[in-house]
């Protein structure tokens, strides 16, 4: 069965710092992807990026950075220099690659706080 | 760029009665997706559509169905409201050239009261 743990319930810096969540995932699959969602407080969920599981190079956007490790089945997001309006709940999620619907598996979410 | 249409935003209804949720994909999509995301609850995965079947289902109550009809739009009817359905319920869409990435629509909030 495919799982999604998301081990930090609530996190709460400071503007301008660097915080990580964590992401570990359960897949029998060889082929899956990886996910990470923002949700503000407005509701909508905003996508932030895609991972295959055979690409293991970590990607950087702005301040925003991903190590992919498969031989821990992490995923963790780092941000860097924290802003106010990175506060949101963050989730991870999975989806195998083969398969009728390629539905998501979230995990149970960390809710970010930066504090001005 | 067209994004992945839901209607009505927010929705109030009294236990017991009927609600539908429409869903309304990104143009040449053919696969929809429902969850449904309690309070503080991560989305949890209802049931999906390709080219208008039934493609997978989740933990979707009996009381619920839903349909993709040949336009490609979704609508998630939802028969004896129980208080326990408040939630948000997204939709997401996802096509051919995309694949496995997801699409989310901006959300239905409803309030079973």
């Known amino acids: 069965a495919q799982k999604v743990t998301q081990a930090q319930t609530e996190i709460s810096v400071v503007e301008k710092e660097d915080v990580t969540l964590d992401c570990v995932y359960e897949t029998r699959d060889t082929t899956y992807y990886l996910f990470w969602y923002k949700q503000p407080p407005s509701g909508e969920l905003v996508f932030l990026i895609r991972r295959n599981s055979f690409d293991e190079q970590n990607e950087i956007s702005g301040r925003y950075s991903w190590n992919f490790q498969k031989s821990t089945s992490s995923f963790n997001f780092t941000i860097t220099a924290s802003q106010v309006v990175d506060s949101a709940v963050y989730f991870c999620a999975l989806s195998e690659a083969r398969g009728a619907t390629n539905k998501l598996i979230f995990g149970t979410g960390t809710l970010l706080a930066v504090q001005p | 760029a067209a994004g992945v249409i839901q209607s009505p935003r927010h929705l109030i209804k009294e236990k017991r009665e009927t609600a539908t949720l429409k869903c309304y994909p990104i143009p040449r999509h053919d696969t929809v997706y429902w969850y449904q995301q309690g309070p503080g609850q991560d989305p949890q995965f209802l049931i999906s559509f390709y080219e208008k079947m039934q493609s997978d289902k989740g933990s979707i109550p009996d009381r619920f169905s839903a349909q993709q009809f040949s336009d490609y739009h979704s609508e998630l009817n939802m028969s004896s409201l129980e208080l326990g359905d408040s939630a948000l319920y997204f939709c997401?869409?996802?096509?051919?050239?995309?694949?496995?990435?997801?699409?989310f629509g901006p959300g239905t909030r409803l309030t079973v009261l």
């Open positions: 997401a869409s996802r096509g051919r050239e995309a694949r496995d990435e997801q699409f």
